[in-house]
């Protein structure tokens, strides 16, 4: 069971990135699938989920409008689409899944698996 996240990097503030998980050894389908992020001397944090099924998603005010979250199945694949990207969004990203049904979409406690993360900088 392995998560792999891709597509991090260094962008000037009000760029775009696509940040890309890909799952191996999961029936990807049946998970929901979140991302987080922890930067430097601060708690992780949720930022995105996507459902698996109806495909629901959900933000953290945060990111509201800027950022959107995208799933591929046939992949195995989910997608963290970045815009106007903010020097505070600088942080080591990560994607998790889990099989909870649980309400709290942004909660990493419900998660099972995680990534390894990428680094997203935000700086000019």
């Known amino acids: 069971l392995q998560l792999v996240e891709s597509g991090g990097g260094l962008v000037q503030p009000g760029g775009s990135l696509r940040l890309s998980c890909t799952a191996s050894?999961?029936?990807?389908?049946?998970?929901?699938i979140a991302w987080f992020r922890q930067a430097p001397g601060k708690e992780r944090e949720g930022v995105s989920a996507?459902?698996?099924?109806?495909?629901?998603?959900y933000y953290a005010d945060f990111v509201k409008g800027r950022f959107t979250i995208a799933r591929d199945n046939a992949k195995n694949t989910a997608y963290l689409q970045m815009n106007s990207l903010k020097p505070e969004d600088t942080a080591v990203y990560y994607c998790?899944?889990?099989?909870?049904?649980?309400?709290?979409?942004?909660?990493?406690?419900?998660?099972?698996?995680w990534g390894q993360g990428t680094q997203v900088t935000v700086s000019s």
């Open positions: 998790a899944m889990t099989q909870s049904l649980a309400s709290d979409y942004l909660e990493d406690f419900w998660y099972d698996y």
């Open positions: 996507i459902t698996s099924g109806d495909q629901s998603t």
């Open positions: 050894g999961f029936s990807f389908e049946d998970y929901r």
